[in-house]
């Protein structure tokens, strides 16, 4: 597959001006019509050239005149049509199969035969597998859809934009109109058609436009859908309120399927999500699962300006529309729930999936310069570190300056495709800076390492800092330049008190938090009236995306874990903490940092000030993912034995008797509601069962037995089932037997049962997931179901999958090649679980060598999967 690169963007020689789609819709053939007006945008005759995929053309007449066959090619992808001239009407006529459709991507079915309904998914080249069209984020087009269907089988009728019409056809039949007032890309475009129920919400936007909001289920979901109603309502409150941003059509549709490759997609007027987003019910979705529910249904709403009403030149702006989306949504979910919660947790999903890619074979930059296969580009980097660098913009300018700056953005470029320089050039004409610089972030692979270095003059009562950074060679890469380093930072006194800040140049102290920005390979900033040696307090709100080397002593992070007022800042330092412990960890006594992350905790832990969610974040030391990161010849089996004794000393030292009589309380609170308090205790009552059943594994498991048993409502459940289950504990069976049980019929609930088998530490893992694998409802067809055994084993437990026999990573190989014959995307993402092999300490290396090397010899893998192998393997 030749690549395709930034460097060539042409405009498109043919833009459409127009778009009219006859649907007649069914379930194993359904015929597309299609007429399309053009206009030549380059003035020169060029061939008109439109992608197709699979299409069975049926009929082709250009200005109303059928075409012979010499007038055009329809070969590799694309139709060529001779003769068009700038306002010819181009009429197609093709025939797709949904029902044989299982990758998921142009118009499938979803559920069964009977009982399921059709829908569409056209990110990022969807369209071309529907109809004929320059399938390409650039060419936007007002689109008129008519879907025709049976009315028994397809009740209801659905496409983006405005309701303009129904009615009666002969035979049973009827149709639907759609009209779109807002050009767009076809990316956007989406259709559903089926037996759905619904449940809506009348809602008038800031400037007074009334909107129906209507969210789409089947009939036995449409209770649990409640709550995302209500995050529809948040999200476009909070869009007019934080950047005046109102909903811009009469119908807001959201529509649940089981059957989606990822989380949900933004189609203009008619979100579509995986019913994983989308449906909440207290007896099925944890906690976090509700906030998932909120922040994807804001995600995909957000989108409606920043990725519809302005959207993408081509798909290397990806994260023009992604980092900025999933930033803003980072900013309604911290505001809907907690500033430093949210943090923490974006934080350390960055550490867990980004930092890896951007540590090995599959590094890339936030926008690259080619890419192969475009499905394999919804990255890790493109949407979290996107929105890191999105959250540095913002940083600099402040919110104002930020709020001022995104008006630009949206005024400048409302219904056009943009680029990362329109974001930056309006970001930094509306405040007069010039944020250039910061296009070197998007350009460069890699996590930049920033060293910081502190010195000390009695003197001159002086503290220097010096800051430096440097970036690894990533593949393609081998040279890095300077990128600017926002390094947000207080000073705090040997007694845990923040100081006031007054740096070289200014008259008088101004605030005790700064923003230093590094901007060469190296710079000093010099701090002024400083009393003594001062605890530097580095990076803090995590102000860029990078990895922090300075020499802190364990007495030192354990003061910032003490004393910082800032929640996010504290675990920060209790993370760093954590790492120097786990690094010393031996046999016999506690290392100097062992210790103070134990005793600063069991403090915290005693003194009951601190909210409870917080608490138990602080309570956690690093993933297995994040330990493997820093070391350079990765043995998971070992970091799992260590991290679990780390635990136990932290356990020890707050002592069984404080764990048991906190989590008899917190038991003794146990409720049902979502508010924030309720939330933290279920979150603490899970952390300080886990920390227990490290001293106590016998009577931790009978307590966990009762709170399954008890529990009202499933984060309770499965946090005691995950306890169970991962300690093989002798209650494990008959609670999974129940679970199995009474979620039968829950596919959501079910694969959380899956998911928590998959993650049995070490070497059961394998025979467990074996056994999975032959429960009848377990399938390769649904990729929720596939994520939940699969994903979970391979991608989240490294210690069951990177087994010394390489028997792990032989199951996967092998459950990739049939996965690939049915759904590429999905295969080609789980394949992602083999990155970072080449850190493996050498055993494992070697039989990991061997699965991908068999892998990539396979005949007939599709280009996504073999992009992945043959990248990773490098
Ligand atoms: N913008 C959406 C991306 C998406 C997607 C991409 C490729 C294949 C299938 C897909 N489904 C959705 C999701 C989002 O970021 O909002
Ligand atoms: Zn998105």
Redesign the pocket.
């Known amino acids: 597959v030749t690549p395709v690169r930034l460097g060539d963007y042409r405009r498109p020689a043919w833009s459409v001006d127009a778009i009219e789609l006859d649907v007649d819709l069914g379930i194993d053939a359904t015929e597309v019509s299609s007429r399309l007006v053009l206009r030549s945008d380059t003035g020169q005759s060029a061939p008109l050239r439109l992608n197709g995929e699979g299409l069975e053309l049926l009929a082709l007449a250009l200005d109303g005149q059928a075409l012979d066959a010499h007038a055009f090619r329809y070969e590799g992808g694309v139709l060529e049509v001779d003769g068009v001239r700038d306002g010819s009407v181009l009429e197609t006529r093709v025939r797709v199969q949904p029902a044989a459709n299982t990758a998921l991507?142009g118009l499938y079915l979803s559920g069964s035969r009977e009982h399921g309904f059709l829908l569409t998914?056209c990110?990022?080249e969807g369209f071309r597998r529907i109809t004929f069209f320059p399938d390409r984020p650039d060419v936007l087009a007002r689109f008129t859809v008519t879907l025709r269907a049976d009315r028994q089988r397809f009740p209801v009728l659905l496409a983006g934009g405005n309701p303009t019409g129904v009615g009666e056809l002969p035979d049973g039949r009827h149709w639907a109109r759609f009209v779109d007032p807002h050009p767009k890309p076809c990316y956007l475009f989406a259709l559903v058609a089926g037996r759905l129920e619904n449940i809506t919400r009348d809602y008038v936007t800031a400037d007074g436009r009334a909107v129906k909001i209507v969210i789409w289920s089947e009939a036995n979901v449409i209770d649990r859908c409640h709550y995302a109603l209500d995050a529809v309502e948040r999200s476009m409150r909070w869009d007019e309120h934080t950047y005046g941003r109102n909903y811009d059509l009469d119908v807001f549709h959201v529509v649940a399927t089981h059957d989606f490759?990822?989380?949900?997609?933004?189609n203009k007027g008619l979100n579509i999500f995986n019913a994983k987003y989308l449906l909440a019910d207290p007896d099925s979705s944890t906690d976090d699962e509700y906030r998932a529910v909120e922040a994807v249904v804001a995600?995909?709403y957000f989108?409606n300006w920043t990725g519809n009403r302005v959207t993408c030149r081509d798909w290397f702006q990806l994260s023009l529309k992604?980092g900025l989306?999933v930033f803003r949504e980072q900013q309604f979910s911290a505001d809907m729930n907690s500033v430093p919660l949210k943090r923490i947790e974006d934080v350390a999903l960055l550490r867990r999936t980004q930092f890896p890619e951007d540590a090995g074979p599959l590094a890339h930059p936030v926008r690259p310069a080619e890419y192969r296969e475009i499905?394999n580009f919804?990255t890790a980097t493109v949407y979290e570190k996107g929105s890191e660098l999105v959250r540095m913009l913002a940083g600099r300018l402040g919110q104002e300056g930020f709020r001022r700056g995104m008006e630009l953005y949206f005024q400048r470029n409302d219904g056009q495709a943009a680029t990362i320089e329109d974001f930056l050039g309006a970001l930094g004409d509306a405040n007069a800076i010039d944020l250039k610089p910061y296009l070197a972030w998007y350009a460069q692979a890699g996590t930049p390492r920033l060293h910081a270095k502190s010195e000390y003059d009695a003197v001159a009562r002086e503290y220097t800092l010096t800051l430096s950074q440097q970036t690894r060679p990533t593949p393609g890469q081998p040279e890095k330049v300077p990128v600017p380093i926002p390094v947000k930072l207080s000073l705090f006194d040997r007694d845990g008190r923040i100081l006031p800040l007054r740096m070289d140049g200014e008259e008088k102290a101004d605030g005790a938090e700064r923003v230093v920005v590094l901007h060469k390979a190296a710079q000093r900033f010099v701090f002024k009236d400083v009393d003594a040696p001062p605890v530097p307090s580095l990076l803090r709100d995590f102000s860029a995306p990078v990895v922090l080397e300075y020499d802190y002593t364990p007495a030192e992070l354990a003061l910032l874990l003490t004393h910082d007022p800032d929640g996010f800042n504290r675990w920060e330092a209790g993370q760093q903490l954590a790492l120097l412990a786990f690094d010393t960890l031996n046999d016999s006594v506690d290392s100097a940092a062992c210790k103070a992350w134990c005793e600063a905790l069991a403090a915290l832990f005693e003194d009951r000030q601190l909210d409870d969610a917080l608490l138990a974040d602080l309570l956690t030391p690093p993933g297995e993912i994040e330990l493997a990161d820093r070391q350079s010849e990765v043995d998971p089996s070992r970091i799992h034995a260590q991290r679990q004794v780390l635990q136990q000393r932290l356990a020890a030292h707050m002592g069984a008797d404080a764990l048991l009589a906190r989590y008899r309380d917190l038991s003794a609170h146990a409720s049902q509601p979502l508010d924030a308090a309720s939330q933290a205790r279920r979150r603490l009552r899970r952390r300080v069962l886990e920390l227990f059943a490290l001293l106590n594994p016998e009577r931790a498991h009978a307590l966990a037995a009762t709170q399954y048993e008890t529990a009202l409502g499933m984060t309770d459940r499965l946090a005691a089932l995950g306890v169970l289950v991962r300690d093989r504990a002798p209650q494990a069976a008959a609670a999974l037997a129940h679970f199995r049980d009474r979620y039968a019929d829950n596919p959501l609930a079910l694969d959380k049962w899956f998911t928590v088998q998959a993650q049995v530490p070490g070497e059961p893992a394998l025979a467990i997931v074996a056994t999975l694998e032959r429960d009848p409802a377990f399938t390769l067809k649904n990729p929720n179901r596939a994520r939940s055994l699969l994903g979970a084993f391979a991608s989240t437990n490294p210690s069951g999958f990177h087994r010394t026999d390489g028997a792990g990573y032989q199951l996967l190989g092998e459950r990739l090649v049939q996965l690939d014959a049915l759904n590429p995307?999905i295969a080609a993402r789980l394949a992602t679980a083999f990155n970072g092999w080449q850190r493996l300490e050498p055993m494992r290396r070697v039989v990991a060598r061997r699965a991908l090397e068999t892998l990539v010899q396979r005949q007939g893998l599709s280009p996504n999967l073999s992009e992945i192998i043959g990248n990773v393997l490098q």
């Open positions: 991507e998914q990110e990022a490759n990822m989380g949900a997609m933004e995600h995909e989108h992604e989306t499905n919804y995307q």
